[in-house]
C-alpha cells in the first residue's frame, strides 16, 4: 500500500512539474506589447511650423493611460515620423487633429479625426508614417479601432487605401509593397481588397473579400500581421471585427528588400468628401490570436 502511494504522488509531483514547464515556455514566447496609445491626454499634434518648407506634423506626448509616447519608434524607426501632409492645399483638401467622440465602447474618447475635401494637384493624402525604419525584417502585428463615413464608400468604382507598408527601392521598382483598400463596385457597393505589389499597376497578389460587410459610420476593429520573409513561410494577415478578410501565404518582400516605411493609417482615394476616426492603437512584435 505505502509502495502505490508513494508512485501515486510522484505522478501527481510530475505532472505538476511538467505544466509548470510547459506554463514558463508559452510566457517566454508570448508577443511583446511594443506600443499603445488611445491618443488620451497629453498627446497632441505638434503642427509644422512653416507649411512651405516642410510637410509633416509630429504627433507628440505621453499617453496618460498606456505610458507609451509619441512618436511611434517601432523597429528604430525615425523621430520624424507623423502625419504626411501632400498635396494638401494648406491643409485645406486634407486636414487631422485630436477630436474628442463617443468611441467604440459608448464613451467619451480622443481619437485621430482625419477628413479629406477634395483632390488638389493629385494624390492629396495624409497618411501617418512610420519612417526609415532600421530593423525592417521582424514580424508586427497592429490592430486598432476606426470609424468611416458612408457617403464616400459607396460611391461607383472608387477605392480608399487605408494601411500599407513599402520596402526600401520599392519607388525604384525592385522592392514590395503591403496594402488595404476599401474598393466599390459598379453598384456603389463597398468590398475589402488586400494585395501584395512590385509596383501600383503590377500586383504580385490580390485577395478580394465581399463576404465581409464594410461598416459605415460605425466602428469596427482592424487587425495586420505580417511575418517578412522572400521565402513561402512568408504570411500577410488581414482582418476586420475578427474575421478574416485576407490570409496570404508567401513572399512578403522582394529581392530580400528590408521595410523601409509603414503607413499606419491612411486617409487617400479618389471619393471625396471623405473622414475617418482612429482609436486605441497596439502595435506588439507577434501575433495575438
Not at 198 to 223: A, C, G, H, K, R
Request: hydrophobic share 35%; with cysteine; proline share 4%.
Amino acid at each position: 500500500m505505502k509502495i502505490i502511494q508513494i508512485n501515486f504522488l510522484l505522478a501527481i509531483t510530475l505532472l505538476s512539474y511538467s505544466c509548470n514547464k510547459t506554463d514558463a515556455v508559452d510566457t517566454t514566447n508570448s508577443p511583446t506589447l511594443l506600443f499603445s496609445s488611445g491618443f488620451e491626454d497629453n498627446v497632441y499634434i505638434e503642427e509644422t511650423p512653416d507649411p512651405d518648407l516642410l510637410d509633416v506634423d509630429i504627433i507628440k506626448g505621453t499617453d496618460l493611460e498606456t505610458g507609451f509616447s509619441w512618436p511611434i519608434d517601432v523597429l528604430g524607426a525615425s523621430e520624424e515620423s507623423g502625419l504626411h501632409y501632400i498635396s494638401d492645399d494648406n491643409k485645406q483638401a486634407v486636414f487631422s487633429e485630436i477630436q474628442q467622440v463617443i468611441g467604440h465602447n459608448g464613451e467619451m474618447t480622443n481619437t485621430l479625426y482625419q477628413e479629406e475635401n477634395y483632390e488638389y494637384l493629385g494624390d492629396t493624402q495624409c497618411p501617418y508614417e512610420i519612417l526609415d525604419i532600421l530593423d525592417g525584417r521582424k514580424d508586427l502585428y497592429v490592430k486598432y479601432w476606426m470609424k468611416i463615413d458612408a457617403t464616400s464608400n459607396t460611391q461607383i468604382d472608387k477605392w480608399r487605401a487605408l494601411f500599407e507598408y513599402k520596402t526600401k527601392d520599392y519607388a525604384e521598382g525592385t522592392g514590395f509593397r503591403l496594402i488595404s483598400y476599401i474598393y466599390t463596385d459598379q453598384q456603389g457597393n463597398p468590398y475589402w481588397h488586400w494585395q501584395g505589389d512590385q509596383d501600383p499597376q503590377n500586383s504580385i497578389w490580390e485577395i478580394d473579400n465581399y463576404d465581409i460587410p464594410v461598416p459605415l459610420n460605425q466602428w469596427f476593429l482592424t487587425e495586420y500581421f505580417w511575418h517578412w520573409s522572400e521565402e513561402d513561410d512568408g504570411r500577410a494577415l488581414w482582418k476586420i471585427n475578427g474575421q478574416v478578410v485576407g490570409d496570404h501565404f508567401g513572399p512578403t518582400t522582394r529581392n530580400a528588400k528590408p521595410i523601409d516605411f509603414i503607413i499606419l493609417t491612411q486617409i487617400y482615394g479618389d471619393a471625396n468628401p471623405k473622414h475617418q476616426w482612429i482609436d486605441d492603437l497596439e502595435i506588439w512584435d507577434g501575433l495575438i490570436e
